[in-house]
């Protein structure tokens, strides 16, 4: 490679010639060409962990039904065929209905699973952070907001200071 290099740097600085410019025209081409990596291979582990068995109703790759043994046939006769995970999972469905999909839909009442925890994190959040307002107006004591109480006065003093001598504290 160094060859080439040195070759193509002093054919540069004589005057251009077409062989020249066919090697630098060769190796635009070549750096520019976009690499065609070849699209992941799907595996029977990609798609069990987002389907169910319709008979169980567990998670495929947790399913041990005969049921569940004939989807992974099923699913591996697709991935031999060169099938990508979508198309997979579109087979299933129609093969066994939108029950075997794992993850509910993202339209009309299956979106409430994922609206609903997220506006319950929100509310949560919220009276959190009203509940540490509140408490930090309050002084932030333990006491519920009441003053810590002072030293002791009069017969409650005398009382303490004897018991502190008797015990010679």
Do not use: H
Request: with cysteine; proline share 8%.
């Amino acid at each position: 490679m160094r060859g080439l290099g040195a070759l193509v740097a002093y054919r540069a600085t004589k005057s251009p010639t077409p062989w020249a410019a066919a090697v630098a025209l060769l190796t635009l081409l070549a750096l520019a060409a976009p690499t065609t990596a070849a699209a992941p291979q799907t595996t029977l582990p990609d798609v069990e962990d987002e389907v169910m068995c319709p008979i169980c109703g567990t998670l495929l790759e947790l399913a041990e039904s005969p049921q569940a043994q004939r989807q992974r046939v099923f699913v591996r006769r697709l991935i031999a065929a060169g099938d990508s995970k979508a198309e997979i999972k579109d087979a299933l469905v129609a093969e066994y209905g939108d029950e075997v999909l794992a993850l509910p839909g993202d339209s009309g009442f299956d979106l409430s699973a994922y609206l609903v925890p997220a506006i319950g994190f929100a509310l949560a959040a919220a009276g959190l952070a009203v509940g540490i307002r509140r408490w930090r107006r309050a002084g932030g004591s333990p006491g519920g907001g009441r003053p810590p109480a002072g030293a002791p006065r009069g017969e409650e003093a005398e009382r303490l200071e004897a018991d502190m001598r008797r015990y010679d504290v």
